[in-house]
Each structure stands twice: as C-alpha cells, then as structure tokens.
C-alpha cells in the first residue's frame, strides 16, 4: 500500500518560513519523480515543485521560483520542501505527489498517487 504522508505545515507571519516534509512507503521510491502541488479555497490545484527520479533536474512554479526549495533524499524516501519570504497567497494545502514516469512533471494528471495534504497559512 502506498502511502505519502506530508507534515511540516503551519501558520507563519508573511516573510517567514516553512519546511515541509512527505515520508513515502510502499512504492519504489527511487523510480518516481515527486512533485508538490498546492491548492487555495476556491482555487484549482497548481503546481509548486517537482524533482525527477534522480533528482538531477528540478523544475518550480514561476510563483515560488527563487523563494522555495525542493529536495529529496532517496535512501530515506523523503522529499523537503523548503518555503521562505511566504506571502499570503502562498497560503493553501500543500500535496505531496508522486509520478511513475521519473521524469518530473507540472501536470497533476502525471502523478498517480497523493498525500492528504498539509496546510501553511502566511498571515499578512
């Protein structure tokens, strides 16, 4: 059974920072590219990050590019991402997500299974 967990979510002052994590079990880990999407009341699910299978190529949204950081680590199965200088719109639930193709991708449709999500909220 697979199973991504995120945690690391929380609430924060515009300008702070935030380390999300997401513990992956039940799937061959080093095979999948991961990715993170976020998803605001109201609002359709967008891409935020996604990291290929080796994690040689990264890829972010223009929105966090220069702000967020994805990293993995594949003997552990864990991916991070790291948020600084949030700002109010980055408020949302946050999915870890993985994506048999390894490559790494912005389309939610490459991504076969979903984490229940963890919420960061940046007070202004």
């Known amino acids: 059974q697979v199973q991504l967990v995120e945690s690391g979510g929380g609430l924060v002052q515009a300008g702070g920072s935030l380390r999300l994590s997401c513990a992956a079990s039940g799937l061959t880990f080093s095979s999948f590219a991961m990715g993170w999407f976020r998803q605001a009341p109201g609002k359709e699910r967008e891409f935020v990050a996604a990291k290929s299978w080796s994690g040689g190529n990264t890829y972010y949204a223009d929105s966090v590019k220069g702000r967020f950081t994805m990293s993995r680590d594949n003997p552990k199965k864990m991916v991070y991402l790291e948020m600084n200088s949030l700002r109010p719109e980055d408020t949302a639930v946050y999915y870890c997500?993985?994506?048999?193709?390894?490559?790494?991708?912005?389309?939610?449709?490459?991504?076969?299974?979903w984490g229940q999500g963890t919420q960061v909220t940046a007070s202004s």
């Open positions: 997500s993985a994506d048999h193709y390894g490559l790494g991708s912005s389309s939610a449709s490459q991504y076969i299974y």
